[in-house]
């Protein structure tokens, strides 16, 4: 049962135009989302986040939309350029006996096309 | 500072071997984790530790062992290796518990023959 779910596998985006990657969650107890960007024999780096009282949050080219009623959140990434191009996963919160217990989507990868 | 490190990056092992991965912080976090990363699928959460002396299980724990006997060292042991532990292992640390960033290791990828 997977409780964080990224359902598009890849995208191809134009460098400049706008990157939108999306993903959904199951479980209404999540309170704390998070964005991480993962080049190829790296590890995870964190992007972004956003807590489950707002609906969005902006760094840079960089923004996370929350919609907490639908269970699904996104990231934009506005304009997009050659560096972006990467696996980005999604990742979503939950407090168990004080530390963080993140469970991730399965991770899109961007290609930015010059 | 090196941040997260882990050793080794690489490893190859037969079936019922053993062996420890070590990860190595130098920022001062309490909280640290173990994941093992799959093609296709996300990371998941193996054992964490909230501090020095304490670990826990988290959503993959069997066939692992860990261990933390110092703050800024996570030990993850393979007492029997399986080819179904082949994966990619990170490790990450974190400040504290609740809305902080966690910072990852690079990854040790372990194939189990």
């Known amino acids: 049962d997977q409780q964080v779910k990224q359902n598009s596998p890849s995208l191809s985006v134009q460098e400049g135009r706008i990157s939108i990657l999306n993903c959904d969650y199951t479980?209404?107890?999540?309170?704390?989302f998070l964005w991480y960007k993962k080049y190829p024999a790296e590890g995870p780096t964190f992007l972004i986040s956003?807590?489950?009282?707002?609906d969005k949050n902006e760094d840079g080219r960089f923004t996370v939309f929350l919609n907490k009623s639908a269970k699904h959140l996104s990231l934009h990434i506005v304009p997009s350029q050659p560096g972006d191009s990467a696996v980005y996963f999604c990742?979503?919160?939950?407090?168990?006996?004080?530390?963080?217990?993140?469970?991730f989507g399965q991770g899109t990868r961007l290609t930015i096309n010059p | 500072n090196a941040g997260v490190t882990q050793t080794p990056k690489f490893r190859v092992l037969k079936t019922g071997q053993s062996m420890t991965l070590l990860c190595a912080q130098d920022?001062?976090?309490?909280?640290m984790y173990w994941y093992r990363q799959d093609p296709g699928m996300g990371l998941r959460l193996i054992h964490y530790?909230?501090?020095?002396?304490?670990?826990a299980k988290g959503e993959v724990p069997d066939g692992y062992n860990v261990s933390r006997l110092k703050k800024q060292n996570f030990l993850l042991g393979l007492e029997s290796a399986a080819p179904s532990q082949t994966s990619v292992y990170f490790c990450?640390?974190?400040?504290?518990?609740?809305?902080?960033?966690?910072?990852f290791g690079p990854g040790t990828r372990l194939t189990v023959l």
């Open positions: 990450a640390s974190s400040q504290g518990s609740a809305y902080n960033e966690q910072f």
């Open positions: 479980n209404s107890m999540f309170d704390y």
């Open positions: 956003i807590s489950s009282i707002k």
């Open positions: 990742a979503a919160s939950d407090l168990i006996q004080g530390a963080q217990k993140l469970v």
């Open positions: 920022m001062n976090h309490e909280y």
């Open positions: 530790s909230v501090g020095e002396g304490t670990t």
